[in-house]
Nanobody
Framework: QVQLVESGGGLVQAGGSLRLSCAAS????????MGWFRQAPGTEREFVAA????????YYADSVKGRFTLSRDNAKNTVYLQMTSLRPEDTAVYYC?????????????????WGQGTQVTVSS
């Protein structure tokens, strides 16, 4: 079993930055691929970014490419999502997730473990 706890959400003005953190515990959390998804009211949960177990490979949604950076520190069992140049359309609940396979990391169905989410609100 893997437990995930997100932090770092909040209210920021358009153009600002936030860094989300996801602390993982249990099982062999540092060996699992990790991802971030987000869900705005009335919409489906969508892929944001993902990384393989080492952090050597990262994947991004087109909508955040060049603005968001995902990294991980396996010594701390923590994954980070640095978000810059934030836009009002980035407003959503952001979820951290862990997968047990290394393929299809842009697909929600590939993730077995989920955090509770952290709210990010970007004002215009």
């Amino acid at each position: 079993q893997v437990q995930l706890v997100e932090s770092g959400g909040g209210l920021v003005q358009a153009g600002g930055s936030l860094r989300l953190s996801c602390a993982a515990s249990g099982r062999t959390a540092s060996t699992l691929p990790m991802g971030w998804f987000r869900q705005a009211p009335g919409t489906e949960r969508e892929f944001v970014a993902a990384t393989n177990w080492s952090g050597g490979r990262t994947y991004y949604a087109d909508s955040v490419k060049g603005r968001f950076t995902l990294s991980r520190d396996n010594a701390k069992n923590t994954v980070y999502l640095q978000m810059t140049s934030l836009r009002p359309e980035d407003t959503a609940v952001y979820y951290c997730a862990a997968a047990t396979g290394n393929y299809g990391l842009t697909y929600r169905a590939q993730y077995q473990y989920w955090g509770q989410g952290t709210q990010v609100t970007v004002s215009s």
